[in-house]
């Protein structure tokens, strides 16, 4: 599936069952009824792709964005695998629900500001204000943690 026309925001509130290539070439692509993802998606620079909802269980899926593409999950719940992270673009923020990263290069920035993020790789700047994160990190840049809300876990 592509999206190339519009800049908004296209949502899916039923299950999205993915085995190819989701393509996010601008805008943002909002899946909010769950579904189960294979395959990849590519996210252009300045487009967005966001789990809002529902509960999605991850086989084999990566994404890889350029820089100033978002990543963002505010409500959806990845299970099932980790989502492999390839390239430098992405920056991940995480408000709410749940995934497993693992990341292949260093991505520029995460942001945890509520939800639980499981993270394996090495990201440039981190910002944590709310929410878990978890898993085996490195912080290259600046590390920014306000809130009494935060945790870093290690499973």
């Known amino acids: ?23 996010v070439q601008s805008g943002t692509v909002s899946l909010n009824g769950g579904g189960a993802l294979g395959g990849g998606a590519t996210v252009a ?5 966001v789990f809002g909802a529902g509960s999605f269980v991850v086989n084999g899926f990566s994404a890889s964005g350029a820089a100033g593409s978002q990543f963002s999950f505010s409500g959806g719940n990845l299970s099932g695998g980790a989502v492999n992270l390839i390239g430098t673009g992405l920056v991940i923020q ?15 920035g995460l942001t945890v500001s509520g ?14 204000s709310g929410g878990s994160l978890g898993g085996t990190n490195t912080v290259l840049g600046t590390m920014s943690w306000t809130g009494e809300a935060s945790t870093i876990w290690r499973p």
């Open 1 to 23: 599936m592509r999206k190339s026309v519009a800049t908004g925001t296209t949502t899916f509130n039923v299950a999205f069952n993915n085995s190819g290539t989701l393509d």
């Open 94 to 108: 995480g408000t709410g629900g749940s995934a497993t990263l693992t990341v292949t290069a260093p991505l520029p």
């Open 45 to 49: 620079a300045g487009a967005g792709l």
């Open 115 to 128: 939800g639980t993020l499981s993270l394996n790789g090495t990201v440039t700047n981190l910002t944590l």
